[in-house]
């Protein structure tokens, strides 16, 4: 589903998730966060507790929009539904996957030192995926 | 209601805007656009048939991340509402002033070569601001 295109730019190091989920009543909320991709999907890690799993738990669906770090014109909107794993321990694992795309080697100490974390790992399934592969212009 | 912290991160030369938007039966949509703080609210200049646009003429409900061009970790959240202006001579003078954030002095030109658009002003009524002013992990 996720052409290469669209897998390199999600894999780019630095590569930030804006995720948009739904608050109660339905308005739109977002925020801006850590992901590393695995296979056809994101995978995202935050606190059991966090605003964007409570909505994801009353309804999965998601929007994400991951930019290029050195040119926002070169973007991947992605539609799809969010699934929701609460499991501190696995988090915790994928939580050093991620921390590795952002922090490289220092992850492993990074993730060490936050010591039991109550956390939940989102991954989302992408339904509609569109890249716009643009330049500022000319 | 936007601190003046909030406003030197939206005013930042080559921040934009993720904005999301609700679809036909309230499933967030997102994507990345150019902007321009004026006073307490942000504008946008798109066509005005844009799937945004029409988002907005049904729910107004909107959620933006800005992020620092040079530090994800600095970003701002705003929650609030989508006001529309549809009257093309006034979304292309509004597009001016926003391309001039963008492209520079090669604004007036590129907007001039656009000619007559049937385009929009989004304007951003922020309710709800969340500013994030953090660094990358030590």
């Known amino acids: ?10 894999d780019l190091p630095q590569t930030f998730t804006h995720l948009c989920t739904l608050l109660p009543g339905g308005a739109p909320q977002a925020t801006v966060i850590w992901h590393r991709r695995e296979g056809d999907t994101l995978r995202i890690v935050t606190g059991a507790s966090a605003l964007k799993v409570r909505n994801i738990q009353r309804d999965p669906r998601v929007s994400v929009t991951v930019a290029h770090p050195e040119n926002a014109y070169h973007f991947v909107q992605l539609r799809g539904r969010a699934e929701l794993l609460l499991d501190g321990p696995a988090s915790l694992a994928e ?38 592969a643009e330049q500022e212009p000319a």
Request: aromatic letters at 8%.
């Open 1 to 10: 589903m996720l052409t290469d295109a669209v897998r390199d730019l999600l």
């Open 95 to 132: 939580m050093r996957l991620i921390a590795r795309r952002y922090i490289g080697e220092r992850a492993d100490a990074w993730v060490d030192a936050m010591g039991a974390w109550d956390a939940a790992i989102i991954t989302v399934h992408p339904e509609r995926v569109s890249l716009f």
